[in-house]
């Protein structure tokens, strides 16, 4: 008769763990296999007013700007392994989270509001400190970075026209420039954040 009885323990759906445990209930050892990186990270910021330097000003032009009332801010980094797949989960889960606060006190999604979406490139999300300073090797390559962020972006724009409340409100979703670095300016009913992660 065997020592030992194997015990397999779930946590969360995400990661299994199998543990060698003795008949005095001694622990002899433990095999983990770690959840999935996540291909993405957002933090969400409800706000009144949200206005973003897309382009900085020269000696042609002044600097231009996008901007929306109230609604929601979304900040975006995507890891190397990040795939289209991941896309659609992304912009249905941030569409539908009931994150904005109504008049009325209730929460609510940004198409039940109905608000607008600023949607900023965020590639310090990525960040990892290393002694002093801080350290980006797991994200994404810009090239394929791009592409992601710009089929993320075209995704909610269409997602968000369907909704028949926001048609008749007449909101909207603006978005930053990729790799560029940019000026914002926040008028928040917060602080209420969220970081979710893909």
């Given at each position: 008769m065997s020592m030992f009885d194997d015990v397999f323990i779930a946590s969360g759906g995400a990661c299994l763990t199998r543990k060698r445990v003795s008949k005095t209930g001694r622990h002899r050892f433990r095999m983990t296999e770690k959840a999935d990186s996540p291909q993405a990270r957002t933090v969400l910021q409800q706000c009144l007013y949200a206005r973003l330097q897309v382009k900085p000003a020269d000696d042609q032009s002044e600097a231009e700007w996008v901007e929306i009332d109230r609604g929601m801010v979304v900040y975006i980094c995507f890891f190397k392994g990040a795939t289209e797949d991941i896309i659609t989960k992304m912009v249905n889960t941030l569409l539908n989270l009931k994150l904005c606060e109504a008049d009325s006190g209730k929460y609510v999604s940004v198409?039940?509001?109905?608000?607008?979406?600023?949607?900023?490139?965020?590639?310090?999300?990525?960040?990892?400190?290393?002694?002093?300073?801080?350290?980006?090797?797991?994200?994404?390559?810009?090239?394929?970075?791009?592409?992601?962020?710009?089929?993320?972006?075209?995704?909610?724009?269409?997602?968000?026209?369907?909704?028949?409340?926001?048609?008749?409100?007449?909101?909207i979703v603006k978005h930053g420039t990729y790799g560029n670095r940019q000026v914002l300016k926040l008028d928040t009913n917060g602080p209420y954040t969220h970081l979710m992660e893909f």
């Open positions: 198409l039940e509001l109905p608000g607008s979406v600023l949607i900023v490139p965020q590639a310090t999300l990525g960040g990892k400190a290393k002694g002093k300073g801080m350290q980006y090797h797991n994200n994404i390559r810009k090239e394929e970075g791009l592409q992601l962020y710009s089929n993320f972006v075209s995704l909610f724009e269409k997602e968000l026209a369907l909704s028949s409340k926001s048609s008749e409100t007449g909101t």
